[in-house]
């Protein structure tokens, strides 16, 4: 198995997908007004993880009809109880300082429940090379870190110079280090930014053994830094009762795309050229007839989606042992989603979440404190 950072851990953080950027369908490229990116309807989906015992939650960020990530995570986050909400930040958007207090405020609205998934494409109306978006990461990414451990901010890089004297207003809630970073990238400057600094790896779903590659890569980039990271997984999910009533959903998904549709959807997003989505394009062309890889692996739902672009098909039963198999290669972090998403998140959580035993990462990597800090958000002393 590759050596990961919590080999301790028998469970897995089980995660549900939030559409915020306008990703939710019964007939996958056919618009559907009743699935807007509106809050009630994004939120809804939230809260019913959040009741059923998912995990975490990926709220997405991306430039196209829907809704900013972290005015929504901030808007549903007084209405949850247990779930983690993992929202994504697009490394540049906001002045790094400015975003450390606003993840330090979040983090504070939910007590301790804050994950952060690092996002590094460009911004809308930008192009820049692979090097130069993530040293732009690295360098907020830094920055969060100094913001958050230290008691001031000495900073000189390529992109930031930044010294201030007081870091009491970014203090998160979180502590030993603040909220775990998730990251995705396929690209060597990608790979390298997660190996030095960040906490989970999140992959796109491929075959096993790309899987397996791509894990051992990380795992020796990290070692050069002296570190471990946690591996996690993105993919959707199609679990009926019988398989042929889960391939027949999977069929019924795409019975009306238009391939030039597909093809608008795919490209209109800010990561639509990157070496992630290539190797997704590359799965696609790789799969048998129906479009399945490897046994209860579709490729299908690439053909109108950017980034991930495989569901896992099949029983409850062939759903909890491939997950199982996952696990046993050293995955700790999912993130499952279905199209349309509430009704999919509804079925997962009655056919097999019950069946999974899951964690929290931020409470097993032991950054949620057992009572509130003493930071001025927190019982801290006001300055």
């Known amino acids: ?23 939710d369908y019964e007939y996958l490229g056919v618009p559907d007004d009743t699935l807007k990116s509106t809050y009630q309807h994004t939120s809804n989906i939230l809260l019913t993880a959040d009741e059923l015992g998912y995990r975490n939650i990926l709220c997405p960020n ?30 540049g958007e906001l002045h790094p300082p400015m975003l450390a207090r606003t993840i330090a405020s979040l983090d504070h609205m939910l007590k301790g429940r804050l ?13 820049r090379e692979s090097a130069s978006r993530y040293q732009r990461s690295r360098e907020v990414i830094e920055i969060l870190k ?23 207003p970014v203090k998160p809630y979180q502590q030993n280090g603040g909220p775990l970073l998730y990251f995705g990238g396929y690209s060597p400057h990608g790979k390298d930014l997660c190996a030095e600094h960040c906490d989970v790896y999140l992959m796109w779903p491929d075959t096993e053994e790309n899987l397996q590659g791509h894990m051992e890569d990380m795992q020796d980039r990290a070692a050069t830094y002296g570190r471990k990271i946690d591996y996690g997984l993105r993919v959707h999910m199609i679990v009926r009762e019988t398989e042929e009533e889960a391939r027949a959903h999977a069929r019924k998904l795409v ?16 990561d639509a050229k990157s070496l992630g989505v290539s190797l997704q394009a590359k799965a696609r062309d790789a799969a048998d007839d ?32 491939k997950i199982e198999r996952y696990k046993a290669m050293g995955i700790r972090a999912f993130i499952f989603s279905g199209y349309p998403h509430l009704e999919e998140c509804k079925r997962f959580g009655q056919l097999v979440l019950p069946h999974l035993e899951t964690v929290s990462l931020p409470e097993a990597q032991g950054r949620v404190p057992e009572r509130v800090p003493a930071t001025p958000l927190g019982i801290g002393a006001r300055a």
């Open 115 to 127: 994950t952060v998934n690092i996002i590094s494409s460009n911004m809308p109306g930008e192009e």
């Open 1 to 23: 198995m590759i050596d990961i950072r919590s080999p301790h851990l028998t469970g897995a953080e089980i995660s549900w997908f939030a559409p915020l950027c306008s990703d």
């Open 255 to 270: 019975s009306q795309l238009d391939d030039e549709k597909g093809q608008q959807i795919r490209e209109r997003a800010q």
């Open 290 to 321: 129906e479009g399945y890889t490897e046994p209860n692996l579709w490729t299908g739902i690439g053909r109108a989606r950017s980034g991930c672009g495989a569901a896992l098909v099949g029983t409850p039963e062939q759903i909890i042992e």
């Open 146 to 168: 100094q913001a958050w451990t230290q008691e001031r901010i000495d900073y000189e890089g390529e992109f930031y110079n930044i010294h201030l004297d007081w870091t009491d």
């Open 62 to 91: 991306s430039y196209q009809v829907g809704q900013d990530t972290i005015t929504f995570a901030a808007g549903v986050a007084p209405q949850t109880e247990n779930i983690n909400l993992l929202v994504a930040v697009r490394c």
